[in-house]
């Protein structure tokens, strides 16, 4: 909604100030950027810099009259009805959707709409710039227009005789034009958004094409599509180009009965790093890695992606689990999936940083763990490492290669003659167990090493009879099962952007 004009409207334009409202430009709030390239797809452009004046007058047309189509369904209820339901979580109390538009007839709430997406004559502009991108602002403008903005009505936090937020046409427009590039559900929106502007461009343009049709007819989005998260990791795999910054989900409603934001941040290092498992040597890596994630409630991508964009140090967690605890009767080293333990290694040094004299530290250590699992026939030794490796407390894991160390030492007579030098070494124990290093991180690239070792070695262990049996049960009941653990995260925030379209 436009404010009266204040003090200081001026009473004179330039053509070169009016023609800059025809003009889109992108600025620093996030919001805006989506919608500048939500508005160039409208406009049937690829570059907001691409769009003529009168291909911008089109846009703008077109979301007009979609507004125009919306006020006049019966209710948010109605057949037609979804973008009139979907509107206030945008633009609350808005002439397209405020309560009293049932009292008004049809040319005149067509009107009302209209004038509210109609630019002000420029003898009532403010005279101040615009708050984003310094053009001559044509009004002030609260939250009927931008979200999480405050009410017009609101004064505290803007300058005396100001009504909101100072804003050029092309930016109120940019704001009018991002629900086209949003996730829709009636409730909470999500919008993706990063600083590289060729992956923006691409998301925006392709959900775009997905909400033409629910917008412009009303329909409702059907409440089994993909999680936000799952439709950003899909298009960033699928985006052609070295992602030069890390991708941001913005979940927000800004309905009057409570407006909320959160921001879901994926670094560019895991960014980049997940596109490139579109790789033709990384693809059956991504494939084991899908699958590792995937559970009774959610498919293996659903739950990647919410990892990815809320909890990235599972990914690797998860992934190791996967790769030791294969359900019976699995072979946890003849089974070994070789792609997806080349995958976590992959992770741990361009995701997270762990340096290449680590690796092969970690590496030198599970060649020796193997070695003593080895020299066992069964899978006694195997599970005793994998208990061990399981619990919380990392005493236990300490306690298993102490004992080993002793008995490496010592030569004990089932080790092989060329288990020589020390079990352990400083540079490794610290890596494992000492606080000021990514510990668990290490631990768990311990045991992926350690069945690479065993694979490497072709170690394949007997059935396992009478004590091994008894180990089995402590396998699957010890309390500190980080497996059990993986899947006790908070999954409500898929849910939440999930089946709201009803």
């Known amino acids: 909604m436009t404010a009266p004009a204040g003090p200081g409207a001026i009473a004179s334009i330039t053509t070169e100030e009016i ?63 979804f973008w009139l339901k979907a509107s206030g979580s945008f633009f609350p109390n808005s002439k397209m959707n405020h309560p009293s538009r049932s009292k008004r007839g049809r040319d005149e709430l067509t009107e009302q709409v209209r004038a509210w997406r109609t630019m002000p004559e420029a003898r009532t502009w ?27 009505n609101q004064r505290n936090t803007t300058a005396p005789g100001q009504a909101g937020l100072p804003l050029c046409w092309p930016c109120v427009s940019c704001f009018h034009a991002l629900p086209y590039g949003c996730r829709l559900t009636g409730g909470a929106n999500t919008a993706v958004h990063s600083w590289d502007d060729s992956f923006l461009a691409q998301a925006t343009r392709e959900r775009v094409r997905r909400n033409n049709e629910h917008i412009a007819l009303g329909v409702p989005v059907p409440s089994n599509q993909p999680s936000a998260d799952q439709i950003a990791l899909r298009g960033l795999r699928e985006h052609g180009r070295p992602l030069g910054a890390g991708v941001d989900l913005f979940v927000f409603n800004n309905d009057n009965r409570g407006a909320s934001l959160a921001v879901h941040a994926m670094d560019q290092p895991l960014a980049e790093w997940l596109r490139r498992t579109m790789r033709a040597s990384n693809r059956a890596g991504y494939t ?44 946890p080293v003849r089974d070994l999936d070789r792609d997806l333990a080349a995958l976590c290694f992959s992770f741990a040094k361009e995701v ?29 030794e195997l599970k005793k490492f994998q208990v061990a490796y399981r619990d919380q407390n990392p005493a ?30 400083v540079p490794q124990t610290r890596l494992l167990f000492d606080p000021d290093h990514q510990t ?24 396992a009879e009478g004590a091994d049996d008894e180990l089995d049960d402590e396998t699957i009941t010890s309390t500190a099962d980080e497996t059990g653990d993986l899947d006790a995260y908070d999954i409500t925030g898929i849910g939440s952007l999930e089946g709201q379209s009803a």
Not at 128 to 152: I, N, Q, T, Y
Not at 445 to 463: F, K
Request: aromatic share 6%; with cysteine.
């Open 19 to 81: 023609e800059a409202q025809r003009r889109v430009v992108l600025t620093a709030h996030p919001l805006q950027r989506v919608g500048a390239f939500a508005l160039t797809a409208l406009a049937g452009c690829r570059e907001p810099g691409e769009i003529t004046a009168d291909a911008f007058d089109t846009a703008v047309r077109t979301m007009a009259d979609d507004a125009v189509r919306a006020a006049h369904a019966e209710s948010t209820k109605a057949a037609d009805g």
């Open 126 to 152: 403010p005279g101040v710039p615009c708050a984003l991108c310094g053009r001559a602002a044509v009004s002030f403008f609260g939250k009927v227009d931008v979200p999480l903005m405050e009410s017009e």
């Open 288 to 331: 084991a890695l899908v699958a590792a994630h995937r559970t009774k409630e959610l498919s293996g991508e659903t739950r990647l992606a919410h990892h990815a964009f809320r909890q990235p140090s599972r990914i690797l967690r998860t992934a190791a689990a996967y790769l030791a605890d294969r359900p019976p009767p699995a072979d």
């Open 352 to 380: 997270l940083y762990v340096e290449q004299r680590d690796v092969d530290e970690i590496r030198a250590l599970a060649r020796n763990v193997a070695t003593v699992v080895a020299a066992r026939k069964t899978q006694s």
């Open 396 to 425: 236990r894991l300490r306690k298993w290669i102490d004992d080993h160390a002793v008995r490496w030492m010592l030569r004990s007579a089932d080790l092989p003659t060329d288990a020589t030098g020390p079990f352990i070494t």
């Open 440 to 463: 668990r991180l290490h631990r768990q690239l311990l045991l992926v090493a350690v069945l690479e070792h065993l694979h490497e070695m072709g170690w394949h262990p007997e059935a």
